[in-house]
């Protein structure tokens, strides 16, 4: 049996795994707090904790969010699974969401927070993580293939 979608699966599994990695490391690494300036108030490696989803929204709403993510996970394995073939950006950024949604999920469910430590200080933006990172390039491939595609038209003949 040859595997549908190859490049959606790949994705998903190096997404997943490099967000773990990198989450790993600082937790091993950093105290909770404490901050790295890479680029003095432009970037800086910030160990924090959140309990909500991307920007803090819904912060505290571990239980909802650990099954919204359990559930985006499933949909996105039945699309790849039981789906049609995909084009390349449809695979590389569904298994970019994947991946992302992977990583925060097993977090919520193991640890009832996810690790952030991406903190871009120039433009004040929320610390964040490689799973947050891939899921918005995810969205971004996605937009890519959506304009690929020509347009349908809805009208019946008559």
Same mark, same amino acid.
């Given at each position: 049996?040859?595997?549908?979608?190859? /490049?959606? *699966? /790949?994705? @998903?599994?190096?997404?997943?795994?490099?967000?773990? /990695?990198? &989450?790993?490391?600082?937790?091993?690494?950093? &105290?909770?707090? =404490?901050?790295?300036?890479?680029?003095?108030?432009?970037?800086?490696?910030?160990? !924090?904790?959140?309990?909500?989803?991307?920007?803090?929204?819904?912060? %505290?709403? !571990?239980? *909802?969010?650990? *099954?919204?993510?359990?559930? !985006?996970? /499933?949909?996105?394995? %039945?699309? @790849?699974?039981?789906?049609? @073939?995909?084009?390349?950006?449809? =695979?590389?950024?569904?298994?970019?969401?994947?991946?992302?949604?992977?990583?925060? %999920?097993?977090?919520?469910?193991?640890? %009832?927070?996810?690790?952030?430590?991406?903190?871009?200080?120039? $433009?004040?933006?929320?610390?964040?993580?490689? @799973?947050?990172?891939? $899921?918005?390039?995810? $969205?971004?491939?996605?937009? $890519?293939?959506?304009?690929? &595609?020509?347009?349908?038209?809805?009208?019946?003949?008559?």
């Amino acid at each position: 049996m040859r595997l549908k979608n190859r /490049l959606f *699966w /790949l994705t @998903a599994f190096i997404a997943f795994f490099i967000d773990q /990695l990198t &989450k790993y490391w600082i937790v091993q690494t950093f &105290k909770l707090g =404490q901050t790295l300036p890479l680029l003095p108030e432009i970037f800086h490696l910030t160990y !924090v904790t959140n309990t909500g989803a991307a920007f803090s929204l819904l912060s %505290g709403k !571990v239980e *909802w969010l650990r *099954w919204l993510s359990f559930g !985006v996970s /499933l949909v996105l394995i %039945g699309l @790849a699974l039981l789906g049609p @073939a995909l084009s390349f950006w449809d =695979q590389l950024g569904y298994g970019l969401i994947l991946g992302g949604a992977m990583g925060n %999920g097993i977090d919520r469910f193991a640890l %009832g927070y996810v690790v952030d430590f991406l903190d871009f200080r120039l $433009i004040n933006f929320a610390v964040f993580n490689m @799973a947050d990172s891939f $899921i918005s390039i995810g $969205i971004v491939c996605l937009l $890519i293939a959506s304009l690929q &595609k020509p347009p349908t038209s809805h009208h019946r003949s008559r």
